[in-house]
């Protein structure tokens, strides 16, 4: 007998199973994402050390006017953390969807992190 499972248990199975094969390193820190429904977040980690190097949403940018929809202000956080990756020192990293498919505001966020110079 199968049992159904809900979409939010077959994304924590599925960022289980990128998380097995993706490690952030000092070099190469992980870049992580999380998508609620309003917001997203991403953090740059090194899973060596267990540290956040830097965190970024778009919480903030919901009141600005240039960034209406949530794509929009997904692509402004992701230019907003390679800013602050770049500050850092960090120039590449490894990219962890967790578990999210790579559409809408996921990659909205993947490319404005592109056009802001990190390199994945």
């Given at each position: 007998?199968?049992?159904?499972?809900?979409?939010?248990?077959?994304?924590?199975?599925?960022?289980?199973?990128?998380?097995?094969?993706?490690?952030?390193?000092?070099?190469?820190p992980?870049?992580?994402?999380?998508?609620?429904?309003?917001?997203?977040?991403?953090?740059?980690?090194?899973?060596?050390?267990?540290?956040?190097?830097?965190?970024?949403?778009?919480?903030?940018?919901?009141?600005?006017?240039?960034?209406?929809?949530?794509?929009?202000?997904?692509?402004?956080?992701?230019?907003?953390?390679?800013?602050?990756?770049?500050?850092?020192?960090?120039?590449?990293?490894?990219?962890?969807?967790?578990?999210?498919?790579?559409?809408?505001?996921v990659?909205?966020?993947?490319?404005?992190?592109?056009?802001?110079?990190l390199?994945?």
């Amino acid at each position: 007998m199968t049992i159904k499972l809900s979409k939010s248990e077959q994304r924590i199975r599925r960022h289980h199973r990128i998380r097995a094969k993706v490690i952030g390193t000092s070099e190469r820190p992980r870049l992580a994402i999380f998508k609620s429904n309003s917001y997203i977040y991403a953090q740059l980690i090194d899973d060596t050390k267990g540290a956040t190097l830097s965190a970024v949403s778009d919480m903030g940018l919901h009141g600005d006017k240039k960034a209406k929809t949530k794509t929009e202000r997904a692509r402004l956080a992701g230019a907003a953390l390679a800013k602050s990756a770049k500050e850092k020192g960090v120039k590449e990293v490894v990219f962890d969807r967790g578990g999210f498919i790579y559409t809408g505001r996921v990659r909205a966020f993947a490319d404005g992190a592109r056009e802001g110079g990190l390199v994945f």
